[in-house]
């Protein structure tokens, strides 16, 4: 079992930043590959950034150069650096985890976090 706690949610203003942390326990961090999606109200979960155990990344399409995702292995934590955010990153953040390689489909992932809120204004 892996247990995923997000944090660094909140309020921001269109262009501004905000950095989200996810801390992963019971489970060797370094085998797990650990990824970022957010869902907008009625909007279907969407795939924001994944990075594998060998720390290959990958991003959506929407967030492509303004995302950084990046893991710690000694402190068992992944970080989604977010700038120049816009309204349409309004959104539940949520971490994943699932073994070794890294997956677009949120299907594949194994563990999921509660999710944290993050809030864009104009």
């Known amino acids: 079992q892996v247990r995923l706690v997000e944090s660094g949610g909140g309020l921001a203003q269109a262009g501004g930043s905000l950095r989200l942390s996810c801390a992963a326990s019971?489970?060797?961090?370094?085998?797990?590959?650990m990824g970022w999606f957010r869902q907008a109200p009625g909007k279907e979960r969407e795939f924001v950034a994944v990075?594998?155990?060998?720390?290959?990344?990958y991003y959506g399409d929407s967030v492509k150069g303004r995302f950084t995702i990046s893991r710690d292995n000694a402190k068992n934590t992944v970080s989604l650096q977010m700038i120049s955010l816009n309204p349409e990153d309004t959104a539940i953040y949520y971490c994943?985890?699932?073994?070794?390689?890294?997956?677009?489909?949120?299907?594949?992932?194994?563990?999921w976090g509660q999710g944290t809120q993050v809030t864009v204004s104009t």
């Open positions: 994943a985890a699932r073994m070794f390689n890294g997956d677009t489909d949120y299907s594949h992932y194994d563990y």
């Open positions: 019971g489970r060797t961090f370094s085998t797990l590959a």
């Open positions: 990075i594998s155990w060998t720390r290959i990344t």
